[in-house]
């Protein structure tokens, strides 16, 4: 099979074909299903999927693209009712425990609810991502109680019971402490605890928080200073754990660490050639442990124990507990047909497994529709909520509630989250369309994991060598080929091209000193450190490769968003702005010697609130 010659002869059809038109010129038809649950007429149909790849039907985009998937959405209530946060739609929905729909709260575009809280007084608290808010709800009757601000990037929320308050955690790496009564006078407080935080979990008198990239669990004490950290058990087997999607509370007074579902990658250099990512398609199964991908899944109770989960655990968004079992939902699968969504696990494997040994057996839950969250209302218990279709599903009753949003199908967000069928996705080093703050060796040549959120549009050619054209050529080389995957069309690259373009730049808390911010701003633009000749522009990144004395000549990386994606260089040697802009790491010809650590500073500043 020649893809080279398949995606030319796509790219010259382009030319003459509207965008929307699905280009697929394979003529291979070796698979016994049709291809997706839409009807294209037979010029437009795509090439089925093969046993154990994704399906991504006709090409599909959303003129608004939908977030990336974060995972961790859905709450179950005290009363048996459930707390829909839907990203997707900028929609909060709330269900009765007779799974009648008590309220639908319609949120600006964008809000982009998340995690959720419940307070001992029957309100609800919801993330707003996208707005650096929290909005209260009255989970009787649905009222919204208030919407308040709360930090640049909330991420994680957890009510207090004992101070009647709740913490969110925020990206920026502060946790704020807000009264749970929004009426209350109490004044909210801010620690600055560390970047990336994402879960707050509050046992008893103990309180935990995730950090995303790091894969880290801090525990805080009363007056939320940190006092101790810790790395996912499987650091220690010398596996790099990452993103660390979500963390719970502990299962037990037995067990008083909480239970975290995160990832781990590779160390040792990553083959490249076709299929260096991960394992042969159609080879993945429950037993499918020994061959794992490069990134795998694992579940762990920090301090102790920890379980990798089976090679089609892809992309372990979300975890729930329900007293007994553990149940991870793989958004990876959410494309591939007979796929798992939602893998049960005993939850007394995490006890008896060794990293190294077998995978524990799983049992599927679900093995229809885009999973993206879970949550155990009871023993036995679960419901999953589906991006699309907007549902949610109850098992073990088999029962479904559909929520009537509006489809937010989109191909390019499907493509980026789905297992190529090796047990690999885009969004499994692209976390959430940014990246696994991990420097990947791929063949001879080290490189740092860029983001994508708001540095993508108009910056092609790709990679840091600039010797990828477009993204045709993109997923050809890294979905079909390194990780493979299924032959993309023309069509099907055009929307991961426009999803990825339209990833938003991450919210940015405002500098902490606005002069430096100002003094660093005119520095980086003027004609002592000239940093605005290559970062140019409202993308500060020109075409282009230029040698600053970092190992080669290299594309100019976007700075936007840049305080989110430590460490920096390809290398990863800058871990803070200091570091980054030491000659020893930036290179001897990129940050001008004659600049003093003053103007560093403000540069340092300018670029943390970029
Ligand atoms: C194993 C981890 C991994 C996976 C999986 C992965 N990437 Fe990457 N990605 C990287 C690394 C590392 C680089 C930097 C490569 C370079 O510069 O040479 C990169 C670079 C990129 C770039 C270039 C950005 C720029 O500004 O030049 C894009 C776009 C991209 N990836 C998209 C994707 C897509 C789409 C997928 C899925 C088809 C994907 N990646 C899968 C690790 C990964
Ligand atoms: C001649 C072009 C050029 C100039 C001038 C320049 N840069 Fe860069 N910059 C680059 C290149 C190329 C890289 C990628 C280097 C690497 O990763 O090895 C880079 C990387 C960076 C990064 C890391 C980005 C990331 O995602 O890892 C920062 C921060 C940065 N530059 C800041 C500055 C500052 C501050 C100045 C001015 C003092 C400056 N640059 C001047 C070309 C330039």
Request: hydrophobic content about 40%; some cysteine.
């Amino acid at each position: 099979m020649n893809s080279h010659r398949v995606l030319s002869s796509a790219l010259l059809l382009s030319a003459l074909t509207p965008a929307c038109f699905d280009l697929s010129t394979s003529s291979s038809s070796s698979s016994s299903w049709g291809g997706g649950s839409t009807s294209p007429t037979p010029a437009q149909k795509p090439e089925p999927a093969k046993e154990g790849r994704p399906d991504f039907g006709v090409a599909v985009s959303q003129a608004d693209a939908p977030p990336p998937i974060s995972g961790g959405t859905l709450l179950a209530t005290h009363a048996g009712g459930l707390v829909v946060s839907d990203p997707d739609r900028d929609v909060v929905t709330v269900v009765g425990p007779s799974r009648e729909i008590v309220a639908r709260v319609r949120l600006s575009p964008h809000d982009e609810p998340g995690r959720a809280a419940e307070d001992d007084a029957g309100r609800v608290h919801v993330v707003l991502r996208g707005a650096g808010a929290v909005l209260t709800v009255d989970v009787a009757t649905g009222a919204v109680l208030a919407r308040r601000e709360v930090c640049a990037a909330p991420r994680g929320v957890a009510a207090s019971p004992s101070d009647a308050s709740i913490l969110v955690a925020c990206r920026e790496g502060v946790l704020v402490r807000m009264p749970a009564d929004p009426s209350s006078s109490v004044a909210s407080t801010t620690k600055v605890v560390a970047p990336d935080l994402r879960d707050v979990v509050v046992s008893g008198d103990r309180v935990f928080v995730s950090r995303y990239r790091a894969a880290q669990v801090l525990e805080l004490d009363a007056s939320l200073e940190v006092v101790r950290t810790s790395r996912a058990p499987s650091a220690r087997t010398g596996r790099r754990p990452s993103l660390a999607w979500r963390m719970i509370a502990p299962t037990g007074k037995d067990h008083p660490e909480p239970i975290v579902v995160h990832q781990s990658a590779r160390v040792e250099s990553v083959p490249d050639r076709p299929g260096g990512y991960g394992t042969r398609p159609g080879a993945l199964g429950d037993e499918d442990c020994p061959a794992s991908p490069v990134v795998r899944t694992e579940v762990s109770r920090y301090g102790d124990a920890a379980v990798r989960m089976p090679a089609i655990a892809v992309l372990p968004v979300d975890i729930a507990y329900d007293g007994a079992s553990l149940y991870v939902v793989a958004a990876g699968n959410g494309h591939t047909r007979g796929r798992p969504r939602v893998l049960q696990l005993d939850a007394r494997e995490i006890d008896g497994a060794s990293l190294g040994g077998p995978c524990p057996p799983t049992k599927s839950v679900l093995d229809d529709g885009e999973p993206v969250a879970v949550a155990a209302p009871g023993p036995g218990r679960v419901v999953v909520q589906l991006r699309e279709p907007d549902a949610l599903f109850y098992y073990p009753s088999g029962e479904r509630l559909s929520l009537g949003g509006p489809t937010r199908r989109d191909t390019g967000h499907a493509v980026f989250h789905a297992d190529s069928g090796a047990g690999i996705a885009c969004a499994s080093c692209h976390g959430e369309g940014g990246d696994d703050a991990l420097v990947w060796t791929v063949g001879s040549a080290s490189r740092r994991t860029p983001s994508m959120l708001g540095t993508l549009r108009g910056t092609a050619p790709f990679h840091l060598s600039g010797d990828i054209p477009d993204m045709v050529s993109l997923l050809e080389h890294v979905y079909t080929s390194r990780m493979d995957g299924p032959e993309l069309t023309e069509a099907h690259a055009q929307t991961v091209d426009g999803w990825l373009s339209a990833l938003r730049a991450p919210r940015i808390a405002a500098a902490r000193d606005p002069f430096a911010f100002a003094r660093g701003l005119a520095l980086f633009d003027g004609p002592r450190a000239k940093c605005g000749e290559c970062h140019a522009g409202a993308m500060r990144t020109k075409s282009g490769r230029f040698d600053v004395g970092t190992g080669g000549a290299f594309e100019v990386p976007s700075l936007v968003g840049v305080s989110a994606r430590l460490p920096l260089m390809h290398t990863g040697c800058g871990s803070t702005f200091d570091e980054a802009l030491d000659p020893q790491c930036a290179g001897f010809a990129h940050v001008p010697a004659e600049l003093t650590r003053a103007e560093l500073g403000d540069l340092a500043a300018y670029l943390s609130a970029l």
